[in-house]
């Protein structure tokens, strides 16, 4: 058995996608959408019709705890053998998704692992780059508090944004790749991990709760170092991403304002990884 969780927000039309793309697997599985304090009664009613667990949070309670919700009550109401975590943004490619990770567990007997992430040309990939030293995450979060800064500024965000199109005229961009090979001991992307039963019945919450968004993959590659959990990406299996579709539609219209939320909440992050690091404490 595979319980799928999926985080909805705001974007009905990528859930039900995402719903029919699981429903098209071979193998057995149960389907747990949790609502972040977002659906109206119509769309409501359009999911009831097609699973029957839907989880409905009266306020948005972010990604890790609202991931957390859903995974318990998947846990305690089907025992699966493999929590599949899953943005509502997310499309499983094929029908043998199942199939496949149970191949995988059976392989390298996984804590956790991430498939290969389609985009149009986003940043979601796999293994994914993580910030593992103080340093790092220090740098990223005096990178995020400077562009806060910018960006409540129209001048200087037409400016910072002018720069980077110069930069682009004159450097080739990089983009982020896919791995090619199947590899273990890595960091794996948020927006699809499968979790193992061993893993789940280790640990009170899935995700480290302290978090609303973003850098969940950091609290997670420093759990998987500290207490020698197997990770692997399996580069045969393949999702599509629709990198960003819910905060995109959050806040239409208003890219400043997005820009700030985003990196206020990378701060906050962060800035609780790193108090972790310099504790050293458990997660």
């Known amino acids: 058995m595979t319980s799928f969780v999926i985080l909805h927000y705001k974007n009905i039309q990528d ?42 949070n ?11 919700i859903g995974c318990t009550y998947a846990t305690l109401h089907y025992h699966p053998d493999y929590l599949v975590v899953l943005n509502n943004d997310i499309v499983l490619q094929g029908d043998d998704f199942i199939l496949k990770i149970e191949k ?38 005096s990178t995020s508090k400077k562009l806060i800064c910018i960006y409540h500024s129209v001048i200087l965000t037409f400016l910072l944004n002018s720069y980077i199109s110069l930069k682009r005229m004159v450097c080739k961009p990089r983009h982020l790749e896919n791995g090619e090979k199947s590899c273990r001991d890595i960091a794996v992307h948020g927006c699809c991990i499968v979790f193992s039963k061993k893993y789940y019945e280790r640990y009170d919450n899935i995700f480290y709760p302290g978090t609303f968004l973003y850098h969940e993959e950091e609290f997670l590659d420093y759990r998987r170092k500290k207490d020698g959990l197997i990770s692997y990406y399996d580069s045969s299996i393949t999702v599509f991403h629709k990198e960003g579709a819910s905060l995109n539609l959050s806040f239409q219209n208003k890219e400043r304002k997005k820009l700030i939320f985003r990196n206020r909440e990378i701060v906050r992050s962060l800035g609780l990884l790193k108090k972790i690091m310099l504790e050293d404490g458990s997660i």
């Open 15 to 56: 859930t039900l996608e995402c719903i029919a793309s699981i429903q098209k697997q071979k193998g057995e599985y149960s389907i747990i959408v949790v609502d972040n304090g977002t659906l109206t009664t119509s769309e409501k009613e359009k999911l009831i019709d097609v699973v029957p667990d839907i989880i409905c």
């Open 58 to 68: 009266e306020d948005n309670l972010g990604f890790a705890k609202g991931n957390n």
């Open 104 to 141: 995988a567990y059976n392989k390298v007997k996984f804590d956790f692992m991430g498939p290969k992430i389609i985009t149009d040309g986003g940043e979601s990939v796999n293994p994914f780059p993580v910030y593992r030293t103080l340093d790092e995450v220090e740098q990223a979060i």
